[in-house]
């Protein structure tokens, strides 16, 4: 059955596997609600877990990179690729870990007027070269962003968290993707 959430049938938190309810169960817990992401994937089981293990093995680990640092990859990767619900759930967690209310609009919508400072703008724009035109990475952009004071570590963090929204991105344009309401309001305003 499908509904306005995706082109194709979705799947709710109750009909998942058991071992995919524990996990989206646990980050509709901190959330609030179910990401519509999950339920649309959630068809399809197998693809739903390697892409949580793939997620969890680049976006919940230990490394250089913040977790804000991830998601303003995440962000910039998605408004290149024109990918309004990636670009609209990691904008509100962009939002709620760097604590800048306006720095996931600016750098979704326009990442290179975006003010940032040498290293997100280093971040930024490797991101960038790796979604618009991967095939032309060059080793002067490697070394725009070893120049900039990212590690080798921090590099490659970029490219795979680039490559897994990349296809993420494509995967929310097949199915049509909505985001949930609640994202837009995320991080906008203070919490009491």
Known sequence: MTDSVSRFPVVELDDLPYDLRERVGAIAERSGFVPNIFRALGHRPAEL????????????????????????VIVATSGANHCTYCVV???AILRIRSKEPELADHVGINPYGAALDPRRRAIVDLALAL???SASLS??????????GLSDEEIWDVGAITALFAMSNRLA?????????EFF????????
């Open 89 to 91: 759930a990691h904008g």
């Open 139 to 148: 080793e002067d952009d490697l070394d725009a962003a070893r120049d900039a």
């Open 185 to 192: 309001g995320m991080g906008r305003e203070p919490r009491g």
């Open 131 to 133: 979604a618009l035109d």
């Open 173 to 181: 344009h097949l199915t049509s993707l909505r985001p949930n309401p």
């Open 49 to 72: 877990r390697a892409f949580l293990d793939y997620h969890d093995a680049l976006m919940e680990r230990e490394s250089p990179l913040s977790k804000a640092e991830r998601e303003l």
